[in-house]
């Protein structure tokens, strides 16, 4: 108890000289472990006294004699665990960087014993393998011995979690830390069973990482931010993204598809894949695996397993990675969050640009030979030559799309079709659809939103229709939002919308005309036309493709209401052309027709005048909705002139109620402004004689009338009227159609 009582006693006596003469304090402990060598606190005493100060390298020494000497002390452990968390942490303030340069001072056979010691005392397996991967990172000869262990413990720790997603704690500090020690070692030998399961580990893990949808307070900061964020090229990395137990600059993973590049360069090296074994693009990947494949059915036994797997994997991901690039531009919402919302998805959909040309008009009736010329005219002035094909370079389908609507129409194209070409070669043998079906189970592809949009718009492009809508029914699956899940500020509607017009259009190319309509004017109800008509451009003028078309194209459409409501009502156009041109009689879709051509007017002459000559041909047409959504002047002008002699005195019944046309004294038509009155507009006035001419001369006052007041409405906003058409006749539409 003396001794005991001493050694406490010197202790105390330095602490008490510590501040005022630390040399003297030095002194007295000194003297202490002396006399009592075996004391710890004696030794620990001068440890603080050392770190205290900072004086590095006789802290460093006192801590050495510590771990020899009293390796059971928990104050030691203690000591020795916030060295190792300065070693582990970026932190820069001034004693995280003197305890770092204590442990440096320390010999490295002591490092390494100390840093195993320190492993075994921790329990948490996120804090064991960081310490452990510390060790491999200093001594990699130690990779050896613990580089599998501890990457299999991380994925046993994984599977033991129940994670729900490969981008976990776990498997980014197995894929981005402990993998390339493992692979790049080359003492060990691993088999290339395990290299391959490590390789998928890593795709499966960056695919997840860079596919990953922004955290919901992210979008709920942009939302409260507004309009500040309009940019779709706004980067993911400003977006904050923290990954379950690590810390926000940990969870940041730099050029994840060019980190993935170089663990598949060493992977294949191993595993002896064939091909160049140095780093490539992954198009130049895909054409060596392409070049392999007409060599896989010739090949057996070993040979032919590695170079499936070498076609499968590298195949696989070139198609993920290529499929992303795709979506990304298409739908960017899906990865940038309100971001994005500027510029929408776009909708992948039937190329409509011949709906109007491709019916030959007879040009031997004389009394509409006026009309023609001044048709032609026109026409000529408004086409122009277009070559916004996409690529479409040797392919049976091209994709028409706005190069200035989509800057990156190239690169867009261009990853599409090496994500199909991926895709067939994948399903062009047996052996590599297989093993590529269990990817794709293990990881739960199916449940990606993303890839199901890639796969339903490749599917369209193959034209097979059936199986797309049944594609974008798993899509709708796949698109509910799960409990406590918020969307951004109209990305549902937007979505529902994409989904939509995408059945309408499937459902067109299958002839189900009713059913393409239904949908249509589903759309429709669910937009607010513009209040002013777009002026056309000279490139808006140049979408429309003049010249003949196979009638098979695709169009890259974005999902505004700009574009969405005028393609709404070209297809719907589509729908009726074939039934109202057909040889039998049918009015009501004739009288659709005409109406819907207005759109896009002056494109749709041509047609108008194919309708014009199958009135006259039958005599007589009726269309009592002619009033209330019929505005264009060329047209009014048109059917007043089949009333004359000159043009035929075709019967035509176009008035629902002549009373409500007719007398200036009751109330308005809801489709007039409430200023105006039935009577000419200003604007309108030097087409009065125009429209007039000949109507004079014994037509029917009810019909002048309706006729005049109709001139009246021509400055009225057409997407409005066309808008209402489809929302008020939406069940005489619908039934119009078999």
């Not at 010197?10 to 006399?35: G, M, Q």
């Not at 801590?63 to 665990?81: G, H, K, T």
């Not at 003028?541 to 459409?557: A, I, M, P, S, Y």
């Amino acid at each position: 108890m003396s001794a005991q009582k001493d050694c406490e006693f010197l202790v105390k006596r330095a602490r008490e000289l510590v501040s005022d003469d630390p040399c003297a304090a030095k002194a007295w402990l000194i003297t202490a472990r002396t006399l009592y060598p075996a004391d710890f606190n004696i030794q620990y005493e001068m440890y603080i006294i050392e770190r205290n100060a900072e004086r590095t390298a006789s802290a460093g020494r006192l801590l050495y004699d510590m771990f020899i000497n009293f390796p059971d002390q928990p104050i030691v452990w203690r000591e020795i665990s916030v060295i190792t968390a300065a070693l582990r942490s970026d932190s820069q303030d001034k004693h995280a960087q003197f305890l770092r340069g204590l442990f440096e001072t320390l010999p490295g056979r002591v490092q390494c014993e100390m840093l195993l010691k320190a492993t075994e005392q921790c329990f948490n397996t996120l804090e064991k393998a960081e310490m452990l991967l510390l060790l491999l990172k200093r001594f990699p000869e130690s990779v050896v011995q613990h580089g599998v262990n501890l990457g299999e413990t991380l994925l046993e720790a994984e599977a033991s979690e129940n994670v729900e997603t490969a981008v976990n704690c776990f498997r980014k500090l197995f894929v981005c830390d402990v993998l390339p020690l493992v692979i790049n070692n080359m003492d060990m030998r691993l088999p290339a069973s395990l290299m391959q399961k490590y390789m998928l580990k890593a795709a499966e893990f960056y695919i997840g990482y860079v596919t990953r949808g922004p955290s919901p307070d992210v979008q709920i900061q942009a939302s409260q931010d507004g309009g500040s964020l309009k940019s779709p090229s706004v980067s993911r990395g400003s977006q904050r993204y923290v990954i379950d137990g690590l810390s926000e600059k940990s969870s940041v993973v730099a050029e994840p598809w060019e980190r993935l590049l170089d663990i598949l360069a060493v992977v294949g090296a191993r595993c002896e894949w064939q091909g160049d074994k140095g780093q490539r693009s992954y198009v130049d990947m895909l054409q060596r695996v392409k070049e392999l494949c007409r060599y896989l059915p010739g090949l057996e036994g070993d040979t032919r397993f590695r170079c499936c797997s070498q076609v499968v994997i590298c195949t696989a991901l070139v198609l993920f990675r290529s499929a992303f690039l795709y979506v990304s531009a298409v739908q960017p919402a899906l990865f940038q969050g309100v971001n994005a919302l500027s510029s929408g998805p776009w909708i992948l959909v039937e190329d409509l640009s011949s709906v109007y040309n491709d019916v030959e008009v007879e040009r031997g009736a004389v009394k509409h030979a006026h009309k023609k010329r001044k048709l032609a005219d026109g026409r000529e002035r408004t086409m122009s030559s277009d070559d916004e094909e996409g690529l479409g370079k040797g392919r049976s389908r091209h994709i028409v799309v706005n190069k200035t609507e989509m800057p990156s129409w190239s690169e867009t194209l261009e990853s599409f079709r090496i994500a199909r070409e991926s895709w067939d070669l994948l399903h062009s043998h047996d052996g590599l659809e297989t093993e590529f079906k269990k990817i794709c189970a293990s990881w739960k592809t199916d449940s990606w939103l993303w890839f199901r949009i890639f796969l339903t718009d490749m599917i369209i492009y193959q034209g097979q229709y059936r199986k797309a809508l049944s594609s974008l029914l798993q899509m709708a699956a796949v698109q509910q939002p799960q409990p406590g899940q918020q969307s951004p500020t109209g990305q549902t509607s937007l979505e529902h919308h994409r989904a939509l017009i995408q059945q309408a259009s499937c459902h067109y190319a299958l002839g189900e005309y009713r059913m393409a309509c239904e949908k249509l004017l589903d759309v429709v109800s669910g937009l607010v036309p513009p209040n002013q008509e777009p002026t056309k451009t000279s490139e808006d003028q140049g979408r429309v493709k003049t010249r003949t078309r196979k009638g098979n194209d695709l169009r890259l459409l974005p999902c505004t209401t700009k574009a969405i409501l005028p393609f709404c009502l070209q297809l719907m156009l589509a729908c009726f052309k074939l039934r109202a041109f057909a040889d039998s009689r049918d009015d009501l879709s004739l009288g659709h027709v005409v109406v819907l051509l207005q759109q896009d007017w002056p494109q749709g002459e041509l047609l108008f005048l194919k309708a014009v000559d199958k009135i006259c041909q039958q005599g007589s047409f009726q269309y009592e909705n002619f009033f209330n959504y019929v505005t264009n002047i060329d047209m009014l002008e048109e059917f007043a002139y089949l009333r004359t002699p000159e043009g035929g005195r075709i019967q035509l019944e176009l008035l629902p109620n002549q009373g409500m046309l007719i007398k200036p004294l009751l109330p308005q038509s809801p489709f007039l402004p409430q200023h105006q009155s039935p009577v000419f507009i200003p604007k309108c006035q030097g087409l009065h004689h125009t429209v007039t001419r000949g109507i004079t001369k014994g037509v029917k006052e009810d019909f002048r009338l309706a006729m005049e007041r109709q001139v009246s409405r021509c400055g009225e906003n057409l997407l409005s009227v066309l808008h209402r058409f489809c929302i008020n006749e939406k069940i005489i539409i619908i039934q119009s159609l078999p």
